[in-house]
């Protein structure tokens, strides 16, 4: 995806800019601002890098862009948080998993500070992300629930093989008590 980051230019490419963002907004599943003042170039490479393979996105914006993209969509309560320079995260795929991430980042590095955001329709407090970060992950989820439809086939089969493994007991006992 392009850069967002036009600070002047044409009103046409301001327009393509916002209608850009504006996409990002629909099609992302969470957003969460930051403010990253402070960070030198390498530590916003990595938190770039780190957010990306969360399946997320990390862009610097004019808050004026934004304000104009955030209309019409569902992150229309971030509209508070645009004081100072922000940084935006963009959630494609888990929320979870990316929430973890940036958290993970935040207390690695705490010139970057959590704002707030908007997941499914609800402001989330920088307390509420921190503990969606807590919650278990997608995949996390999918192994619980597998280990969970598994557990009763596990239990079945050593249910049915156990007649078996009692007629083995038993006639074993026999033969040590027939061998005395």
């Known amino acids: 995806m392009a850069q967002l980051e036009s600070t002047r230019g044409s009103h046409a490419e301001k327009a393509e800019t916002v209608a850009a963002l504006n996409e990002r907004f629909k099609s992302a599943k969470m957003a969460i601002v930051t403010e990253y003042r402070g960070l030198d170039v390498d530590q916003m490479t990595r938190l770039r890098r780190e957010i990306r393979h969360a399946s997320g996105e990390y862009q610097v914006i ?26 935006w995260v963009f959630a494609y795929d888990d929320p979870v998993v990316l929430s973890k991430a940036l958290v993970k980042f935040v ?18 407090d920088p307390a509420k992300v921190k503990s969606l970060a807590q919650m278990p992950s997608k995949p996390e989820l999918q192994a619980r629930l597998l280990a969970m439809i598994q557990a009763p086939a596990t239990q079945l089969a050593r249910l049915i093989q156990e007649p078996g493994a009692q007629v083995v007991r038993l006639l074993e006992a026999l033969r040590k008590g027939k061998a005395e």
Request: hydrophobic residues 40%.
């Open 107 to 124: 207390v690695e590095n705490e010139k970057l500070a959590i704002k707030g955001g908007v997941f499914e329709g609800q402001f989330m």
């Open 62 to 87: 004019k808050n004026t862009l934004v304000k104009r993209a955030l209309k019409g969509t569902a992150y229309a309560d971030l509209e508070r948080l645009l004081e100072g320079p922000n940084g």
